[in-house]
């Protein structure tokens, strides 16, 4: 194994590095899920992390998450991580939800990507309502009400 794939297979949130902060979902029934990550690769990501895990307010290990899904969530932690992604296969109201976090963690390079994967998404008879109700949503999110 070359030292990039090493280096790669280290920031996987699930390689048996150990990690030092968990991002908990409720789910329904009461039950949690869990994403678990490394406080300094996310805080090599994002000046939010940077601040949430290293400022003078520092969270502790485990930060319940309120304002995304398990599944939009994870998608952001494997960007961080290097993990590729088809962005073609996320339907429009993932992408907004996966750009509204981007925002809120401020990362630029994520938030260009999902915009440069919309003209891709394809409008039809059935989602066109979809599709300006989702515009209406995010006319905050300038670039991606456009």
Known sequence: MDLQSKISKCLDPTSSLPTDVRFLFKVEGGNTKEIKAHKLILAIASDVFKRQ???SLKEGEDIDIEDASQDV?????????NKQNEWTKYD????SSLYYLAEKYDMMELREKILASIPEQ???DE???????????????QPLSE
């Open 127 to 141: 989602n066109v309502l979809d599709v300006a109700i989702l515009a209406e949503k995010n006319i905050v999110h």
């Open 73 to 81: 969530f994870l998608t952001m932690i494997n960007y961080i991580y």
């Open 53 to 55: 895990f290293f400022g």
């Open 92 to 95: 429009l109201r993932y992408l």
């Open 122 to 124: 394809k409008v039809s």
